[in-house]
């Protein structure tokens, strides 16, 4: 008669156990638990901080992106500049900024998708999340225009092919409010829950 068979566990049985057990993956599996959750519902003051902040970025990201449109933004209105990001790549060619066509690119691209992103991510599962991954590129690309508002400020403003540029007085408050905006919803992304260790 034939030994009865003993099953012995699989390897991808044993590694899947391991790293679930693994103290090293509790971001990682706190990041699944939030994509997971359902759409979460906001009061209207967040609906409108994300809609403002958000539409905001957009017209910015676009306007960079139009060659009519760029002397108008930066304050600049009889500046002649290349079409597109190619215009928008001198100004951060100015400030020192390295691969400035690429980076030129890389800024349009974070305003836009990330403004849409703000607005659209109450409506989607892991609302938190993907707030947060919205919210950190904005915050990062308002840090570095703040820093140049305050430049300007202090008398040092850019120049482009002889014209001063972002040499004007609302830049700074406006950009200080879109920072502490997104700032915001990458500190607190959604209201308050009640027994969340995500917020804490």
């Not at 990682?28 to 539409?55: F, I, N």
């Amino acid at each position: 008669m034939n030994a009865p068979s003993r099953r012995l566990p699989t390897r991808s049985n044993s590694v899947s156990t391991s790293i679930r057990r693994a103290p090293n993956h509790r971001l990682v599996d706190a990041m699944w638990r939030e994509l997971e959750r359902p759409p979460e519902p906001e009061p209207p003051s967040r609906r409108q901080l994300r809609g403002v902040t958000g539409v905001i970025f957009i017209l910015f990201g676009l306007m960079k992106a139009s060659a009519p449109a760029l002397p108008i933004l930066v304050g600049a209105r009889g500046l002649e500049v290349a079409s597109g990001p190619e215009g928008f790549s001198l100004l951060l060619g100015q400030l020192g900024v390295p691969f400035p066509l690429f980076n030129a690119w890389l800024v349009i691209a974070v305003e836009v998708v990330c403004g849409l992103g703000l607005i659209f991510s109450t409506r989607l599962q892991g609302t938190a999340l993907l707030t947060r991954a919205f919210a950190l590129p904005l915050t990062v690309d308002m840090a570095v225009a703040t820093l140049v508002g305050v430049r300007n400020v202090l008398g040092q403003p850019l120049e482009v092919n002889g014209y001063l540029v972002m040499y004007q007085p609302w830049r700074l408050p406006l950009e200080l409010s879109l920072l502490a905006g997104v700032a915001y919803l990458l500190w607190r992304p959604v209201a308050a829950r009640e027994g969340s260790t995500w917020e804490s």
